[in-house]
Antibody, heavy 119, light 106 residues
Framework: EVQLVESGGGLVQPGGSLRLSCAAS????????MHWVRQVPGMGLEWVSR????????IYADSVKGRFTISRDNARNTLYLQMNSLRAEDTAVYYC????????????WGQGTLVSVSS | DIQMTQSPSTLSASVGDRVTITCRAS??????VAWYQQRPGKAPNLLIY???SLQSGVPSRFSGSGSGTEFTLTISSLQPDDFATYYC????????FGQGTKVEIK
């Protein structure tokens, strides 16, 4: 069974940093582009970032550009999101999401990890 | 950036009702639209892709239509499991989601 398991969420002060991880299993990780999507509890979905299958291409939403970095370790089947200079408005559940290459939708989501930014 | 405007934001319906949700794109996006269902406390689940293609395992009471800028998700006969929140998504350029439609029990 396909699994995407996020970890690394928690409470952090404004201006702080966190690194999220997403462990993938039961599928060929290198066949997929990977995304992070976030959701403020009770609100809608916001796409955050995408990385291509070999890690050579990354893109970011304007709201996180320059503060967040997406990366992947294909040997470990793991996706990462390094989040720096965190703000209160970054508080959300962060989902690790897979999609086939190119313009394709999300076909599998992790269960999400909650990031809370508060003093 | 491509904006997706979804309506209504809330919909009250009964079991057996036919339900339609609409999504409008701020520019033409061909058929690069997907629809997701999200139950409380769970991750979204893909229902429809390419505007009208049913994802494997999704019941046939779900259907999608549209192209260009106007898209609809229809549930032909609402079932108890279908009370949830639904999101449209464009994947023509990066990803953008609609604001969501909560389907409630009337």
């Amino acid at each position: 069974e396909v699994q995407l398991v996020e970890s690394g969420g928690g409470l952090v002060q404004p201006g702080g940093s966190l690194r999220l991880s997403c462990a993938a299993s039961a599928f060929t990780f290198t066949n997929y582009w990977m995304h992070w999507v976030r959701q403020v509890p009770g609100m809608g979905l916001e796409w955050v970032s995408r990385i291509n299958n070999d890690g050579s291409s990354t893109i970011y939403a304007d709201s996180v550009k320059g503060r967040f970095t997406i990366s992947r370790d294909n040997a470990r089947n793991t996706l990462y999101l390094q989040m720096n200079s965190l703000r209160a408005e970054d508080t959300a559940v962060y989902y690790c999401v897979r999609a086939l290459r190119g313009p394709t939708p999300a076909d599998y989501w992790g269960q999400g990890t909650l990031v809370s930014v508060s003093s | 950036d491509i904006q997706m405007t979804q309506s209504p934001s809330t919909l009250s319906a009964s079991v057996g009702d036919r339900v339609t949700i609409t999504c409008r794109a701020s520019q033409s996006i061909g058929s690069w639209v997907a629809w997701y269902q999200q139950r409380p406390g769970k991750a979204p689940n893909l229902l429809i892709y390419a505007a009208s293609s049913l994802q494997s395992g999704v019941p046939s009471r779900f259907s999608g239509s549209g192209s260009g800028t106007e898209f609809t998700l229809t549930i032909s006969s609402l079932q108890p499991d279908d009370f949830a929140t639904y999101y449209c998504q464009q994947y023509n350029t990066y990803w953008t989601f609609g604001q969501g439609t909560k389907v409630e029990i009337k």
